[in-house]
């Protein structure tokens, strides 16, 4: 059974940088898809970045050019990177892999940016 975990967030100022992780478990190979999600209240969950098996990535235009998705050769610790960190960047992140034809989602953790 895959398990995903994610860590990193807090509660920082405007223009301040984090970055997240998101360590899988109970993997053994099959992972099509990599991505890293957010949902803040009252709004509906959606994809900031994506990684592809082959490495491409693809970001949602609020967050291109201040947000970069990587991960390791194993697949199995994924990243996200964020830099000069807005205000509207306040969610709750969550990490979404898609291991053999069947979704995973982490519990999510919390990003909080005051001005």
């Known amino acids: 059974q895959v398990q995903l975990e994610e860590s990193g967030g807090g509660l920082v100022q405007a223009g301040d940088s984090l970055r997240l992780s998101c360590v899988a478990s109970?993997?053994?190979?099959?992972?099509?898809?990599m991505a890293w999600y957010r949902q803040a209240p009252g709004n509906e969950r959606e994809m900031v970045a994506r990684i592809t098996p082959g490495g491409s990535t693809d970001y949602a235009d609020s967050v291109k050019g201040r947000f970069a998705i990587s991960r390791d050769t194993t697949w199995k610790t994924m990243w996200l990177r964020m830099n000069d960190l807005k205000i509207e960047d306040t969610a709750v992140y969550l990490c979404h892999m898609i291991v053999r034809g069947a979704p995973s989602w982490g519990q999510g953790t919390q990003v909080t940016v005051s001005s």
């Open positions: 109970g993997v053994i190979g099959g992972i099509t898809h």
